[in-house]
Each structure stands twice: as C-alpha cells, then as structure tokens.
C-alpha cells in the first residue's frame, strides 16, 4: 500500500510505501527535504504534518520532544505515514541530485594524525564517477547491517583525477566501527558504503557571508567545501572557525592555515579549550563557538554551517539564534551524533 506526500509551500510530492520512513521516501524520489542523521538523534528533519497522519518509530526526545509532537512537528526520518501526507518542509534544492548508490571501497592507506583521529583514505570503482556535493557524507554498512556515517572531506571534482573519498575519523573508544578503525583495520580492507547523504553543502544562491564552524573531525566536510569553493572561483566572503581540545587535535592545521593565505575571500580561527602548557599556543583559547559570538555579535546578514559534536551544533544554534539575531533558517549543520547519543 502507497501513499502520497506533498510538501508545502514547494508543492513537490512522492510515493511512501506503508512502513517506509517519509525521509526515505523523498530520497529514493530525489525529492530535496533537510536532514542529517537519518535516525531520530539530531533534530535536522523536523517539519511540521499540516494533513494526515504518521507513526514515529524510535527517536531522541532532544530530537523531537513530547509537546512538539503534540503541536504537530515530526522527524521524516522516523516516520511512517499512515494515510497521505501535507507536510511543511523546506525544499532543498539541489538535494535529489545525486541519488545515493551503494557500492564497494577499498582502504588505500589509515594515517594517525591525530592521538585519536585516523585518516582514511577510500578507493572508489573507476567504473562510474561518484557523485556529490562538497559536505555530505557516506554511510558504512557494517555487518549485521547497523551505519556509520562519515563526512567527505575531498571536493567532488577531485573524482575526475583519482576515484576515492577522504575521511577524518576519531575513535570513540568503545566504539563499534571506531575501535576497529583504530585496532585492526589494514590497507586493503573492503568496506561496504552508500552516499552521498545528508543536506549540509553551501547554499549557492545565496550572496551572505558565511560562518564555517567544526569541532574536531567536523573538519572534514568544511575541507571540502573550502575545496570547492575554490574551486569554482568563490569570492563570498568566509570565516572559518576549528575548534579542538589541544594543539596536537588540530590535525590539519597547515592545510587551513594555507588555505586561508592563498584564499583572500577565507578567514581561519584556530580556537583551542585545553590548550596544553608545552602547546606555546598564542591564538584563541575558549569554546569554538563562544570565539564566533565574541567576533560576530550581530550574525543577522550571515549563514552559519556547523559540523562536529552534536553538544557544539546544539549549543550555537541555540545562542546564536537567540543571542546573536541570527535567523534560525540560517543555521546548517550536520551533528555528528553516535550511539552515545540513542540511549
Ligand atoms: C551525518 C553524520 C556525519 C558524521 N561524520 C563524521 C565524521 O566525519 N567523522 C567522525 O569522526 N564521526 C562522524 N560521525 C559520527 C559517526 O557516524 C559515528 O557515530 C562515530 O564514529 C562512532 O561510531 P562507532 O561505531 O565507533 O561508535 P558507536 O558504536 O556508535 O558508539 C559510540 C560511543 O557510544 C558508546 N555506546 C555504544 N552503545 C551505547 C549504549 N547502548 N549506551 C551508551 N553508550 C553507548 C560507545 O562506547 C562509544 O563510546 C558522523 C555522524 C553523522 C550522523
Ligand atoms: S532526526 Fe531526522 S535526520 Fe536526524
């Protein structure tokens, strides 16, 4: 049994299968909604049902808490329609153009770049070019079937020159994936992916001055983007902000800090929390996006784009929509939540 669902105000509607969730749904139809973790945990799909009427499957109440279910919100992600579907919901242009594929990768080479960051570098089938936009991520398909999802960090248009994705991974130890990336895990290894996914990619019709905000590994997908907007000759105007614990986590810091030299349109703002006494740290200290409220206090004409620890993304949206003026459409983030954040 099928339904139709139809978005307000772009007008754009699909098919749902009975217990498929909405968000799926809108994927496979390459129907552009928001969204980030595709599992109840981070609150980026949250619309509004305006007709008919759905069952949520497990989700975070920091996602979706009990009175706004009660006021009609929903998570797409999670749930499954009942009858046909209105649903109010930002149509994200461009999201529906890369359909996600499943495919093999072969692990090239695992770098320590950090005590507890591991880059990977993945080789992709050359036989067709893996599509994306610079921000999404990929998801592995682990056995037993459970994800994990990890961003981008190399531009799209590096495809052309050596199929293959950069990933920046930090251990969570105890973690399913984490540990085996950070024990066993050899070149060669064929991991199972699918992608791209996810709604966090610069939104290109828009002239306003952008915010780049990471915690830790959340580098990655601002790598990409500061990739390609090079790429493409950008000259909208970027501060980047890195937040880490200690010098020793700032596991790219050279690669920003050129960039940032080359790139006249780019600003990098290293922050560190706990820098070490032997860090000779002489730049920013403090909480990543406490330094961004301290430059920027009225954000009113910007576009932020948040990455990392869903406590970071959780803590700048709220303050900066309610301290710094700035509109809350104008926050996009991917939080990089974990099993640590479900239970
Ligand atoms: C859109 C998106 C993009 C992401 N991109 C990145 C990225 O680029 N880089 C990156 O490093 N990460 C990224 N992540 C996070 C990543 O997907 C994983 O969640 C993370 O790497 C942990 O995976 P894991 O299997 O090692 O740990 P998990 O098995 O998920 O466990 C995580 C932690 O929770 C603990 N835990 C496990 N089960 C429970 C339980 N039942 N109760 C309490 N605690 C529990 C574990 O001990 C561990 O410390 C992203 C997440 C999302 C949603
Ligand atoms: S809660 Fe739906 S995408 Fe994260």
């Given at each position: ?14 098919q749902v299968e009975r217990e498929e969730p909405v968000l799926q749904a809108a994927i496979r139809a390459g129907v552009g909604l928001p969204y980030g973790c595709r599992d109840g945990a981070c609150g980026s799909c949250k ?74 570098q993945l080789q992709l089938p050359a036989n067709e070019v893996f599509r994306y936009r610079a921000g999404q991520y990929v998801e592995f398909i682990l056995q037993g079937g459970s994800r994990r999802s990890y961003s981008i ?191």
């Open positions: 049994m099928t339904f139709t669902v139809t978005l307000q105000p772009s007008g754009r509607s699909f619309s509004r049902l305006l007709e008919g009427r759905v069952i949520h499957g497990a989700h975070q109440a920091k996602a979706l808490n009990a009175d706004e279910e009660a006021a009609g919100l929903i998570l797409p992600c999670c749930a499954a329609s009942q009858t046909d579907l209105v649903i109010e919901a930002r149509n994200v242009v461009g999201a529906g153009d890369f359909p996600p594929r499943k495919m093999p990768s072969r692990v090239t080479s695992i770098e320590r770049a950090a005590p507890d960051v591991a880059i990977l960090a190399n531009p799209p248009h590096t495809q052309a020159a050596a199929p293959g994705i950069e990933l920046h991974i930090r251990h969570l130890p105890g973690g399913k994936f984490t540990d085996h990336v950070f024990g066993a895990m050899q070149a060669k290894e064929i991991l199972r992916l699918e992608g791209p996914f996810g709604s966090f990619f610069v939104r290109e019709d828009s002239p306003l001055p952008m915010v780049l905000l990471a915690s830790g590994t959340g580098f990655a997908p601002i790598k990409a983007i500061v990739g390609q907007l090079e790429h493409e000759g950008n000259a909208r105007p970027a501060a980047f902000y890195w937040g880490c614990r200690a010098r020793a986590d700032l596991y790219q810091l050279a690669w920003a800090a050129d960039a940032a030299r080359r790139l006249p349109w780019l600003r990098f703002i290293p922050v560190l929390s706990e820098p070490r006494a032997d860090d000779d740290w002489t730049g920013r200290t403090g909480l990543v996006y406490e330094a961004v409220m301290a430059d920027l206090p009225d954000l009113a004409g910007h576009q932020v784009y948040a990455c990392g620890t869903p406590a970071m993304v959780d803590a700048a949206r709220r303050d900066f929509v309610a301290r710094c003026r700035l509109p809350a459409d104008e926050f996009y983030a991917d939080a990089f939540t974990s099993e640590a954040d479900k239970h």
